[in-house]
C-alpha cells in the first residue's frame, strides 16, 4: 500500500518537461496519423442553428463576413471561416468579406483562395465575391458600415472603386445585407457587431469564434442576438462535418462542380489531436489531485 | 487655459454624441453617425502614428541605457525597420506598391506568410503547453469553490471535444460518485468506511440507475452535461460581469463627459 502511494505521489510531482513532452506528443501523433485515432463528431445545438440560418439563405442574398482573427487564432478560426464560404457560395449567395483586424484581410485572402483553389465551385471575384480592404478603428468602423457604409470604403481590396462594382450596387448600409456571419477571436468581435450594428438594425448574425470567447459571448446566443455560435476548433470541426455531409448530398447542386473532389476539413483531422491533449490533461488533473491528497495526509 | 480647453472639448464632444442617440434630429443624428465616425477613423491614423513614435522611443531608450533585456528591443527594432523598408520603400515583385502588402513574391508578403504567420501560431500553440502544466498543478481540490472550478473544467474540457461522447454513461455516474467521495472523504473518521461506502455506491449506483431507467438522464451524457453548463451558469456568471462592466462603463463616462474624471489628460 505504501509502495502504490509513493506511486502516487510521484505521479503529481511529475517534472514539467516530462509533460510538455506528452502533451507533444499526444498531439503530434494524432496529426500525423490520423488514421489512427479516428473519432467520430457529434454536432452541438449550437452549431446546428448556425448552419440552418446559413442555409435558409436563398440564391442572391447578400452575406457580409467579418474577419476578426490573426496568425495566431488561424488554425482554430480559419478552418470554420473556409466551411462557411463554402456553404455560402453552395448555395449562391453573394459574399462580402471585411476584416476589422490588421491580419484579417490576410485571412479573408487566404478563406477566399482555399475556397477557390479548391475548384468546388466557379466563383469570380465582383461577381460572387468582394473583399473589402482594412479601416483602423474597430467598433467604429461597424457603426460605420451599420449607418453609411460608402463614407468608409471607397475603393474594394485591389483598389477598385467601388461604384465600378456591380456586386455593390445598392450596398450602402448594413441594411442592405441579408446577414452577417463574423468570424472573431477577440475585440472587436461578435459582441461589438451586436451592440453597434446587428441589434439595432434588426440584421440577423451568427458567428464562429474561439474557444476562449465562447463564454463571453454565449448571453447573446442565449437572448437570440446571436444565431448559433461555432465555438473553437470543435464548432469548426462539426461545421465541416455538416458542410461536406450536405455537399455530397446535395447532387443536383447547380453551383458545384460535379467533377470536384470533396474533402473533409482541416479541422475535422484535427479533433482528434485535441482530444487526446484533453483527456490527458484531465489524468494529469487527476493524478495532481491524488497526490495532493496523499501529501496533505502525511502533514496532518 | 490648454487644459480647460481639452475638458470643454471632451465635455462638449461627449454630450453631442450622447444627445445624438436620443434626440431625433437628423443633422445630429448625421454628424453622429457619418461626421464623428470619419473623425474617429482618422485620429486613430494618427494614433498608430504615435504609437510607432512611442514604440521607437521606448526601444531605443532601452538600448541607449543598456537596461534589462536590452538586446531583444535590438531585434524588436530590427523586425520594425525591415518591415516598414518592405512595406514603403522595397517591393521585390511586378505588383504595384500598395497591393503588393498581400500579393504573392512581394518581400513584405514573404515575410508575412512565412515568419509571421508560424511565428504567431507557434506563440498560441505554447499555451497548450502551459495549460496542461499549470492544470495539473493549480487545479487542486483545496476548498468548495476550487472543487466547483475543477469539476466544472474537466467536464468542459472532455466534453467539448469528440471523444467526450465516447464515455458511456455508467462511466459518467462513477466519475460523479469519486467526485462526490473527494468532496466528502474528510469527513470520514474510518478511511476502510469510507471506501467500503465508496465500492458499494460503484457497484449499486449503476444498477438502480440502469433498472429505474434514468440513464438517458442528460446528466450521464457528458457533451450534454457541458452544453448545460455553458448555457445556464456560465451565461449567468457571463450576464453579471456585463451588467457590472456596462453599469460601471456609464459611472465612468459620466465622469468624463462631466469634466470629473481628470486623468485622462494625465492629471
Known amino acids: 500500500m505504501e509502495l502504490i502511494k509513493k506511486i502516487f505521489i510521484q505521479l503529481g510531482q511529475l517534472d514539467r518537461r516530462f509533460i510538455f513532452l506528452l502533451i507533444g506528443l499526444s498531439v503530434l501523433i494524432p496529426l500525423l496519423k490520423p488514421d489512427w485515432i479516428n473519432i467520430p463528431i457529434k454536432t452541438t445545438t449550437n452549431s446546428k442553428i448556425v448552419f440552418e440560418e446559413l442555409n435558409n439563405l436563398k440564391e442572391g442574398d447578400k452575406v457580409l463576413v467579418s474577419f476578426e482573427y490573426g496568425a495566431s487564432t488561424k488554425p482554430e478560426i480559419h478552418p470554420m471561416s473556409v466551411a462557411v464560404l463554402q456553404h455560402l457560395f453552395s448555395n449562391g449567395v453573394k459574399v462580402y468579406t471585411v476584416p476589422l483586424w490588421p491580419e484579417g484581410l490576410m485571412m479573408a485572402k487566404y478563406a477566399i483562395e482555399e475556397v477557390v483553389s479548391s475548384d468546388l465551385f466557379n466563383i469570380e471575384e465582383h461577381v460572387d465575391y468582394v473583399s473589402l480592404p482594412y479601416k483602423a478603428g474597430g467598433e467604429i468602423i461597424i457603426r460605420g458600415i451599420a449607418t453609411d457604409m460608402r463614407s468608409i470604403f471607397t475603393q474594394d481590396v485591389n483598389n477598385v472603386l467601388l461604384t465600378e462594382i456591380p456586386m455593390m450596387t445598392g450596398i450602402n448600409n448594413i441594411t442592405d445585407f441579408d446577414f452577417v456571419f463574423d468570424l472573431s477571436a477577440g475585440v472587436p468581435g461578435n459582441a461589438e457587431w451586436v451592440q453597434f450594428a446587428c441589434d439595432e438594425y434588426k440584421i440577423p448574425l451568427s458567428s464562429g469564434c474561439t474557444s476562449i470567447m465562447v463564454t463571453d459571448a454565449i448571453p447573446y446566443v442565449e437572448s437570440g442576438q446571436i444565431r448559433g455560435i461555432l465555438a473553437g476548433m470543435p464548432g469548426a470541426a462539426e461545421y465541416e462535418q455538416m458542410v461536406f455531409e450536405y455537399l455530397n448530398n446535395d447532387t443536383y447542386n447547380k453551383y458545384l462542380n460535379k467533377e470536384a473532389v470533396i474533402v473533409p476539413g482541416k479541422a475535422t483531422s484535427r479533433m482528434s489531436a485535441q482530444s487526446i491533449a484533453h483527456l490527458l490533461m484531465v489524468i494529469f488533473i487527476v493524478f495532481g489531485n491524488i497526490s495532493y491528497y496523499l501529501i496533505r495526509k502525511r502533514k496532518i | ?267
Request: hydrophobic letters at 55%; glycine letters at 6%.
Open chain 2, 1 to 267: 487655459m490648454k487644459r480647460q480647453l481639452a475638458y470643454f472639448l471632451v465635455i462638449f464632444i461627449g454630450f453631442l454624441t450622447l444627445l445624438g442617440h436620443f434626440i431625433n434630429y437628423s443633422p445630429l443624428n448625421n454628424f453622429i453617425d457619418n461626421d464623428a465616425t470619419q473623425w474617429f477613423d482618422i485620429i486613430s491614423g494618427f494614433a498608430a502614428f504615435l504609437g510607432v513614435i512611442n514604440l521607437l522611443q521606448l526601444h531605443l531608450n532601452k538600448i541607449a541605457n543598456k537596461r534589462d533585456n536590452w538586446r531583444y528591443s535590438i531585434i524588436t527594432l530590427a523586425g520594425f525597420t525591415i518591415m516598414i523598408i518592405f512595406g514603403f520603400i522595397y517591393n521585390g515583385s511586378s505588383v504595384a506598391m500598395g497591393p503588393h502588402l498581400k500579393e504573392d513574391g512581394s518581400a513584405f508578403y514573404w515575410m508575412f506568410q512565412n515568419i509571421y504567420l508560424p511565428l504567431g501560431a507557434t506563440m498560441f500553440a505554447l499555451l497548450a503547453f502551459f495549460v496542461a502544466s499549470a492544470s495539473y498543478r493549480a487545479f487542486k481540490i483545496r476548498n468548495f469553490e476550487a472543487t466547483l472550478l475543477l469539476i466544472s473544467g474537466v467536464f468542459l474540457m472532455i466534453g467539448r471535444v469528440p471523444i467526450g461522447q465516447l464515455i458511456p454513461w455508467w462511466m459518467a455516474l462513477e466519475i460523479y460518485i469519486c467526485l462526490f467521495f473527494a468532496l466528502i472523504a474528510n469527513r470520514f473518521e474510518e478511511k476502510k468506511k469510507m471506501l467500503f461506502s465508496l465500492v458499494i455506491c460503484i457497484i449499486v449506483l449503476p444498477l438502480i440507475t440502469y433498472f429505474l431507467n434514468l440513464h438517458n438522464l442528460s446528466i450521464f451524457k457528458i457533451p450534454e452535461l457541458q452544453e448545460w453548463i455553458m448555457d445556464v451558469p456560465a451565461t449567468a456568471g457571463s450576464r453579471a460581469i456585463m451588467i457590472g462592466i456596462a453599469l460601471g462603463t456609464i459611472a465612468q463616462s459620466y465622469r468624463i463627459i462631466t469634466g470629473r474624471e481628470r486623468s485622462i489628460l494625465g492629471d
